[in-house]
């Protein structure tokens, strides 16, 4: 009896991890319950012994993309140049091209924003990675900053892979990444320049 449980346990595991992947890289819309049951080796009637419903699995599956983010982050703030260490990691070719194991957010904003369900673990992840940008920058009234620093990690995020072309794409995250790292090392944001210092033409593609 014990291993009956404990190995419905691990399905049920299993089944989180896969949606949390699937739900990032292509969306909850369109990530189908069969597809995914499959994927595992299970039938789509045994959806229903671990999950009350798709909904029931969306905030499971996306409870663990949130707590991965943010171990992730525990992780990664432990020294004084964090928070330019993680700008680098979040606006890198990885991070961009890996979105099934990457930060939830960008998906998270784009699609339960657009079909107006917003989240409470949204704003729990955001409001954590917040207090890590706020210790990280050790200043007074860390807050407007930290809050322009997310704001255009996850913007810049999205926009990289949105676009066609690979150049441009890679121009966002780099002008994004210098400006953004540009932006924290200044005390007052007032001294921030509003010219350009990446010198690169916008690579497009015609």
Known sequence: MRYALDRKAQTHQRIVKEASVRFRRDGIGATG???LMKSLGLTHGGFYAHFKSKDDLVEQ???LAVDEAKAFTRETFTGPDSLSEFIDVYLSSPHRDESG???PLPNMCAELGQLNQPSPLTDEIIIHLLDAFDEAQQIENPEPKS???LSS???ALMLSRSVHDKQLSEHILKVTREHVKLHISKQDTA???LQSTVTDEI???T
Request: proline share 14%; charged share 10%.
């Open 61 to 63: 599956a996306l409870r």
């Open 203 to 205: 690579p497009l593609n």
């Open 153 to 155: 990690l996850v913007g």
């Open 147 to 149: 809050m322009l620093v």
């Open 33 to 35: 319950l069969q597809p």
């Open 191 to 193: 001294e921030v320049p």
């Open 101 to 103: 194991t990457g930060c």
